[in-house]
């Protein structure tokens, strides 16, 4: 049995944030790049620079990428050889965003009641998902989610006889409803299956994978890619502008459902879709 410290995993998490919010992954690097290579328009191209201006100044100058610095979102995967020695294992995962947002001095976004609205002051508490994996390992992924692009996310709850015509045409509608507000060119990810809520999940998930990767599953691969030209058809581009890349990348999620369900989740997310991994 291998034992973790809390103080490491708080280290680790304060590290997260500040990191997330300050540089972007390397996956999103290169679908950015390439979203700048493919751009037609000619204000989508200066839209893409000025972008890739302000990453720039982000990095260089230790300034955020975005002043929406998010809701942490933390995942993590635990090994069931791992004994966590130390404080509660929420509680230091909390200590970890509230070192990470106060010492990193992140906007801090959350408020302690949906309908008293009383901020924080340090951006906890985390949404946090916990899964039990094989291994002596702990693996974290954060995920800061802005509610710009968080508020144009949909779920539809569709039959089985829609199959997976009806689960594109939830994707595209979600995108067109979303226009100009998920702050384009977006990541956007799709969770099919499960239930209500696990569809939801699988969609958060989605989003966390490398954005320059594809489902394992053909059929998916070939969803993916097919969504993502038909969004980048639509015409709503960098800034919604206009322009010929309005999303960097589609990913897309699926697990086992119930007979008579078909539930389809979609979680959109801007140009950073901010995202780290470490394992402990």
């Given at each position: 049995m291998r034992e973790i410290n809390t103080e490491d995993i708080i280290r680790n998490i304060k590290e997260m944030c500040i990191e997330a919010n300050h540089y972007l992954s390397p996956d999103m690097i290169k679908v950015f790049n390439q979203a700048r290579n493919n751009e037609k328009s000619p204000l989508g191209c200066q839209i893409l620079d000025q972008l890739d201006e302000n990453l720039k100044i982000a990095a260089d100058d230790m300034i955020p990428i975005?002043?929406?610095?998010?809701?942490?979102?933390?995942?993590?995967?635990?090994?069931?050889?791992?004994h966590v020695i130390g404080e509660?294992?929420?509680?230091?995962?909390?200590?970890?965003?509230?070192?990470?947002?106060v010492e990193g001095f992140l906007r801090k976004?959350?408020?302690?009641?949906?309908?008293?609205?009383?901020?924080?002051?340090?951006?906890?508490?985390?949404?946090?998902?916990?899964?039990?994996?094989?291994?002596?390992k702990i693996k974290i992924t954060l995920a800061p989610k802005?509610?710009?692009?968080?508020?144009?996310?949909?779920?539809?709850?569709?039959?089985?006889?829609?199959?997976i015509?009806?689960?594109?045409?939830?994707?595209?509608?979600?995108?067109?409803?979303?226009?100009?507000?998920?702050?384009?060119?977006?990541?956007v990810g799709v969770g099919v299956g499960g239930t209500f809520e696990k569809c939801a999940l699988l969609a958060k998930k989605?989003?966390?994978?490398?954005?320059?990767?594809s489902s394992k599953i053909s059929y998916v691969k070939e969803m993916e890619e097919e969504l993502l030209e038909r969004i980048n058809?639509?015409?709503?581009?960098?800034g919604g502008l206009g322009g010929t890349q309005t999303a960097l990348a589609v990913n897309v999620?699926?697990?086992?459902?119930?007979?008579?369900?078909?539930?389809?989740a979609i979680n959109i997310c801007c140009h950073v879709n901010r995202h780290v991994n470490r394992t402990l």
């Open positions: 975005c002043q929406d610095t998010g809701m942490a979102v933390v995942f993590m995967e635990i090994g069931q050889d791992v509660n294992l929420e509680d230091a995962i909390n200590e970890g965003v509230r070192q990470g947002y976004s959350v408020v302690s009641d949906p309908i008293i609205r009383e901020n924080t002051k340090d951006n906890t508490p985390a949404v946090i998902h916990y899964s039990i994996i094989p291994g002596n802005g509610f710009g692009s968080e508020n144009m996310s949909r779920v539809f709850m569709l039959k089985p006889a829609d199959g015509e009806g689960v594109k045409d939830a994707v595209l509608t979600a995108v067109k409803d979303a226009g100009p507000n998920a702050c384009p060119p977006m990541v989605a989003l966390a994978r490398p954005a320059d990767s058809k639509l015409g709503i581009g960098p999620e699926t697990y086992p459902t119930h007979i008579a369900g078909l539930p389809v």
